[in-house]
């Protein structure tokens, strides 16, 4: 198990949940705009936000930030610590920096001094792109042994400064490697680590790479926070990664399954489905509903659910887990939302 970090009322490691991050596209200087994405972002499923912090007056916005935030933030911060010391003394919860571009051993203590007198995590991250020249000659490419090595050189500076409370985060465009790195920190460190795919790419294809490096990543137990990095809007991010957790039982939510439909469909299986999935995308009780077109192996193919209806030639089968299908007519989407609204207000599965 990981140690435990405290980025605002998020735990971070140590048995806590796997939490969602994203991060903000806008204008920080602009903190209307930024908080307003903010909230966006909380209300699509992340539990920590950062931001960019790039000048004096990035700054003065964390402290609007942060006092309005309904969730942690994070400052980036690249080359100027003075800005992190800033960022830390008008509020933001954690700190996102490479102690090796910030000026010096000098500015490293400076910095982890600050974060300690303010109870401020800092995550150390190393990316493909930014690993040290030192370290391409020794291993001929940012390979996952090159940029395990680069973060936790990293970390080394954070220690002789004498702060702890780190959270590593190493990231590649390629998902192999991602797995790859992350595999090597669990066995050379018990730092929480922050997972993703870095530069993952548009929204389907970016989502696809980084459910498979995320997924066998915590498959495996690895992963204290994480998130989806897509190009475009961020909202997309946090509500991939809620799926992410939801689908490897992480995440309390509705798991809707349905069949992929053939010439013995009887209802309309995607347009069913896509209704349920909306009415209950904020639900937080752990309920299985089954949508299936047909019942010659609809009700057994989908056993485990807790609710589902499966299509018949005139209407359709309504099923519970433990109870004989009830032949049924009218719109099978509306009786299934009746019934899952009557098991939510009674606790969700029996």
Known sequence: MTKQVHCGGVAIGGGAPVSIQSMTNTDTRDAEATLAQIRALRAAGADIVRVSVYDEACVKAVRVLADASPVPLVADIHFDYRLALGAMENGIHKLRINPGNIGGEAHVRAVADCAKAHHVPIRVGVNSGSVEKELLAKYGRPSPEAMAESALNHVRMLEKAGFYDTVISVKASNVRETIEVNRLLTQKCDYPLHIGVTEAGLPGRG??????????????????????????????????????????????????????????????????????????????????????????????????????????????????RGQPPVAMRGDPAETLLRALSEMKAHGGAS
């Open 207 to 320: 989502t696809i790479k980084s459910a498979i490096a995320l997924g066998a990543l915590l498959c495996d137990g690895i992963g204290d926070t994480m998130r989806v990095s897509l190009s475009g809007d961020p909202a997309a991010e946090p509500a991939a990664a809620l799926e992410i957790l939801r689908a490897l039982g992480l995440r309390r939510g509705v798991d809707v399954i349905s069949c992929p439909t053939c010439g013995r469909t009887c209802i309309d299986v995607a347009g069913i489905a896509k209704k349920v999935e909306e009415a209950t995308k904020d639900w937080t009780c752990s309920l299985r509903v089954a949508v299936m077109g047909c019942v010659v192996n609809g009700p057994g193919e989908a056993r485990e659910a807790d609710i589902g209806v499966a299509g018949a030639p005139e209407g359709f089968a309504l099923f519970r």
